[in-house]
C-alpha cells in the first residue's frame, strides 16, 4: 500500500476526490499558480508533478510543455486519479500525460529522467522523517541542473509571530492528525538539506497562515 499519507487519510483522499476543487482548491489555487510560474515550465521539457490532485496543474503543465513535451504525475489516491484523468482527456491532453497511483518516497522513474518536478501542497503530507526520502528520490530522477518546485505551508519566520489561525492550526494537527494531516515545514532547510539549491522564494499567505514557493536546482 501507498503511505504518502497515513492509510485512513488516503482513503479520505478518495473520498473528497470529486469534491475537492471546491473543497481546498478554492483558497490554494492562487498559490499554486503563483508556484507554477515561479517554476517556469518551457516547451519541450519533461515535467513530473508529485501529488497531482484533480489534475488543475497538470492542465497547465501539459499546455507549458507543448507537443514536444511530456508530463507525468503521481499521487496517493485512486480517486483523485479518476478525476485527473477526466480532464485531461476532455482538454485533450492525454497524448502527452502520464498519471500513476504510487508513494513518492520510491518514484518509479529512472534516475535523470526530469527537467522540471513540481510539488503543491504535497510535502508537508509526509511526516517529517519521510521528507528527506522523498526529496532525494527527487534529485535522483531530476536531470542534472533540473528544477524542483514546491508550494508548501510553511513555518512563521523568524522574528514574526503566528497567527491565532496558525496557531490553531499546528495544534490540530499535533492532536488530531487524521483531520488536519498536513503541518507547516520549513521547505527551504528541507531542500537545502537535500542537496539543491534554493534559486528563488515567494512569501504568501491563505487566510492570514504563510505559504511558501521555492524554486531548487540539482548541481
Known amino acids: 500500500m501507498s503511505e504518502q499519507v497515513p492509510a485512513t487519510n488516503q482513503s479520505f483522499y478518495d473520498r473528497i476526490s470529486h469534491a475537492y476543487d471546491l473543497i481546498s482548491d478554492a483558497g490554494e489555487h492562487k498559490a499554486r499558480e503563483q508556484g507554477e510560474q515561479t517554476l517556469n515550465v518551457q516547451s519541450g521539457e519533461n515535467v513530473l508533478e508529485i501529488g497531482f490532485g484533480t489534475g488543475n496543474t497538470l492542465l497547465h503543465l501539459a499546455e507549458a510543455v507543448g507537443e514536444s513535451g511530456r508530463v507525468s504525475g503521481i499521487d496517493v489516491s485512486t480517486g ?11 482538454k485533450g491532453l492525454a497524448d502527452r500525460v502520464d498519471l500513476s497511483v504510487g508513494d513518492a ?11 522540471a518536478v513540481f510539488a503543491s501542497f504535497t510535502l508537508e503530507l509526509f511526516s517529517l522523517n519521510d521528507i528527506p526520502a522523498v526529496l532525494a ?5 531530476l536531470k542534472p541542473g533540473g528544477r524542483l518546485g514546491v508550494v508548501s505551508m510553511a513555518t512563521v519566520q523568524e522574528g514574526e509571530k503566528a497567527s491565532a489561525l496558525e496557531k490553531t492550526y499546528v495544534w490540530m494537527h499535533q492532536h488530531f492528525p487524521h483531520i488536519v494531516d498536513c503541518q507547516p515545514i520549513d521547505v527551504v532547510e528541507l531542500v537545502e538539506g537535500a542537496g539543491l539549491q534554493v534559486q528563488e522564494k515567494v512569501e504568501m499567505t491563505i487566510w492570514t497562515m504563510p505559504v511558501r514557493c521555492v524554486v531548487a536546482t540539482v548541481s
Open 137 to 141: 528520490e527527487v534529485a535522483r530522477v
Open 80 to 90: 483523485m486519479l479518476e478525476v485527473a484523468t477526466r480532464k485531461v482527456e476532455s
Open 105 to 115: 518516497r520510491q518514484l518509479p522513474y529512472k534516475d535523470d529522467s526530469f527537467d
